[in-house]
C-alpha cells in the first residue's frame, strides 16, 4: 500500500512538474518572441520545440552510448508518431487550430523531407553514420537560420505599427524558460515512473511498456506545452512545437546522436517507419482544409495512433 501511494504521488508531481512546466515555456517563449522580433511560431518551431525535445535527445545519446541503435532510432521516430497523431489530435479535439500559411509553405514539407530522408538513411544500411549524421545536422542548422531570417524580415515592416506592451524583462523570460525546462524533464521522468509501476501492476510485457508508455513518457513535455498553449489560444506555439519538435528530433538527435556513436544493425520495424512518414503527410491536407485543425480531423489522429497501439500491443504481447 505504502508503495502504490508514493507512486500516486509521483504520479501527482510529475503532472503538476508538466503543466507548471508548460505554462512557464509558453510564457517565457512568447515574451522573448514579442522581444526578439519574430513570431510566436517560430518560437515554437525552434526554442520551445528544442526545448520539449530534451528527453529524446538524452535517451537517444545514451542509448547510442550503451549500444542500443533500436532504442535511439526507435525513441525518434515513435515520439514523432505520438507527437502528430496523438498530441495535435488531442489539441484539435480541445479547440480547432488555427494554422499559418508559413507552416504549410516550408515547415510541414521540411518535416515530411526529414522524416523521408530518415526512411532512405536507415533502408540503406539499418542505422544512420556519421557520414549521414553530418547531413541531417547541416539541415538542421539552415531550417534553424532560414526559420530566424524569414520572420524578422516579415515583422520588419510592421515594427513601427507595433502597439507598446509590457514584455516580462529578458533575463526573466530566460529564467523561466530555464524553470520551464527543469520542471518538464523533471516532471516526465517522475510521472514515467509512476506509469511503469502502474503498467507492472497490470500485468503488462516490458516490450509494450516501452513500446507505448516510454515513446508517449519522452513525448509529455510536448504533450503538455501544446496542450497548453491550446487552452490558452497560442495555436501558434501549439502547432510549432510539435512540427519542430519532429524536425529536431530527425536532424538533431540524430543528427548529434551518432556522431557520438553510429547507430547500426538496428532492427526496427518497418511499419514504424512507415508510420512516422504517413502521419507526417496527412498532416499537411488536413492543415490545407479551411486553413485549421478541425475536430473532426483531429479525432482521426487519435483514432489512427489507437490503431497503431493496437497494433502494438497484438504483434508484441
Given amino acids: 500500500m505504502t508503495e502504490f501511494l508514493l507512486h500516486l504521488l509521483y ?14 515555456l509558453v510564457k517565457g517563449g512568447v515574451s522573448i518572441a514579442r522581444r526578439a522580433g519574430v513570431s510566436p511560431l517560430v518560437i515554437g518551431l525552434t526554442l520551445v520545440a528544442f526545448a520539449t525535445s530534451a528527453p529524446e535527445l538524452v535517451v537517444s545519446v545514451s542509448a547510442a552510448i550503451d549500444g ?11 515520439s514523432n508518431i505520438c507527437n502528430i497523431a496523438l498530441i495535435l489530435g488531442l ?11 508559413q507552416i504549410l509553405r516550408f515547415d510541414s514539407h521540411f518535416m515530411v523531407g526529414s522524416a523521408v530522408l530518415l526512411a532512405v538513411f536507415y533502408l540503406s544500411g539499418n542505422g544512420v553514420n556519421r557520414i549521414q549524421a553530418l547531413v541531417l545536422l547541416a539541415g538542421m542548422i539552415v531550417y534553424v537560420v532560414w526559420n530566424v531570417y524569414a520572420s524578422r524580415k516579415e515583422n520588419a515592416a510592421a515594427e513601427t505599427e507595433k502597439t507598446e506592451e509590457k514584455l516580462l524583462p529578458l533575463w526573466q523570460s530566460l529564467l523561466l524558460i530555464v524553470l520551464a525546462l527543469a520542471l518538464l524533464v523533471a516532471g516526465a521522468k517522475i510521472f514515467l515512473r509512476s506509469a511503469v509501476f502502474f503498467a507492472g501492476k497490470l500485468g503488462l510485457s516490458e516490450a509494450v511498456i516501452g513500446l507505448t508508455i516510454v515513446a ?19 495555436d501558434d506555439i501549439a502547432i510549432g512545437n510539435v512540427v519542430g519538435s519532429n524536425i529536431f528530433n530527425i536532424l538533431c538527435i540524430l ?6 556513436a553510429p547507430l547500426k544493425n538496428a532492427a526496427l520495424d518497418p511499419v514504424d517507419m512507415g508510420a512516422m512518414i504517413l502521419v507526417s503527410i496527412l498532416l499537411v491536407p488536413m492543415m490545407r482544409t479551411g486553413w485549421k485543425i478541425s475536430r473532426k480531423e483531429g ?19
Fill in 11 to 24: 504520479a501527482v508531481l510529475g503532472i503538476a512538474g508538466l503543466y507548471y512546466g508548460a505554462e512557464f
Fill in 68 to 78: 542500443s541503435s533500436d532504442i535511439s532510432l526507435g525513441n525518434v521516430v515513435g
Fill in 91 to 101: 489539441c484539435a479535439c480541445i479547440t480547432p487550430m488555427v494554422v499559418q500559411r
Fill in 216 to 234: 508517449v513518457g519522452t513525448s509529455l513535455p510536448e504533450l503538455a506545452t501544446s496542450v497548453v498553449a491550446a487552452i490558452k489560444g497560442e
Fill in 255 to 260: 543528427g548529434i546522436t551518432p556522431l557520438i
Fill in 299 to 317: 479525432a482521426a489522429l487519435l483514432i489512427l495512433y489507437a490503431g497503431y497501439i493496437t497494433y502494438l500491443l497484438c504483434t508484441h504481447t
